[in-house]
């Protein structure tokens, strides 16, 4: 199977374990191969029910309810950053090779991170059923595919709103999270966010490499492209305290997100 139906097949994957195996299946082979189009929107299963997020329920961790919802949340974003990582590879290595960068190595870094975060959803599925419950008994809502769709059109826009600002966000509020479900006695889900927080600072990576790289070939500076970007094709604002010294590690420095930094914020949680 070729790199593009290998990218398709995760995205028309319904089911959560064939979407996962797919994603841990799949090679970024070399050659080339006809096009193929992703779809406006991923198979997903027929739950859970989507909710605004204003809706989506909270619940406090130091209850069995409130970790089954954060864990349901977690696992949730973790299956749209699955398919947000192959969408990336299979909409937008023709446009990273047409701005003379190398589409091949674009696929192959977006390939792994798919399947990073399919290990990541795995994960968090079998914290929910060690815990009696499993995905899709709860609400969920669909932000990030809706920042997915908002940015179908531009590589450049999509790098920087996928993992520059959403993936970014999970780095500032990752750790303090897995400090709460310690703090409740919950070492083994907060063991399974320390996993998650490390990759995910790799993800940041990632994502601000191709910017930065597609800023170079443009011309363009990247700090002033990515703050227009975010914000015209960002729904809201990043959100302070960020975790500068995670987002350092990624690449992504204090000077990118500055503007949106309030002076009067508490210190996020950082490691």
């Not at 082979?29 to 989506?56: C, H």
């Not at 599925?125 to 997915?148: F, I, K, V």
């Not at 094709?233 to 990043?238: E, L, M, T």
Request: proline share 8%.
């Amino acid at each position: 199977m070729g790199w593009r139906a290998a990218a398709l097949a995760v995205l028309q994957a319904a089911g959560t374990e064939e979407k996962c195996a797919a994603a841990m299946a799949a090679r970024a082979s070399s050659g080339p191969e006809p096009p193929l189009a992703p779809p406006a929107r991923p198979a997903r299963p027929a739950e859970p029910p989507l909710i605004l997020p204003r809706d989506a329920p909270r619940r406090r961790l130091g209850s069995v309810e409130g970790r089954i919802a954060l864990l349901h949340a977690l696992a949730h974003i973790e299956l749209n950053a699955v398919d947000l990582a192959f969408d990336i590879a299979l909409r937008f290595a023709d446009e990273a090779a047409a701005a003379g960068l190398d589409a091949q190595a674009f696929v192959a870094e977006w390939f792994k991170v798919g399947c990073e975060e399919a290990a990541h959803f795995l994960m968090l599925d079998n914290r929910l059923r060690a815990l009696d419950a499993r995905y899709g008994a709860l609400p969920a809502h669909d932000g990030l595919w809706e920042a997915a769709e908002a940015t179908a059109d531009s590589l450049l826009a999509r790098l920087a709103i996928a993992p520059m600002v959403l993936e970014a966000r999970g780095l500032d509020v990752t750790p303090g999270m897995a400090d709460r479900l310690a703090a409740a006695g919950d070492f083994e889900s907060a063991r399974a966010l320390e996993t998650i927080y490390a990759d995910e600072i790799g993800h940041v990576a990632v994502g601000v490499r191709w910017f930065e790289a597609l800023c170079a070939v443009r011309g363009l500076d990247p700090r002033e492209t990515f703050a227009g970007l975010v914000e015209s094709r960002f729904r809201g604002r990043p959100k302070p305290p960020f975790n500068a010294p995670g987002r350092r590690t990624a690449g992504m420095g204090p000077d990118y997100y500055a503007r949106w930094n309030d002076p009067c914020a508490a210190p996020a949680d950082r490691r």
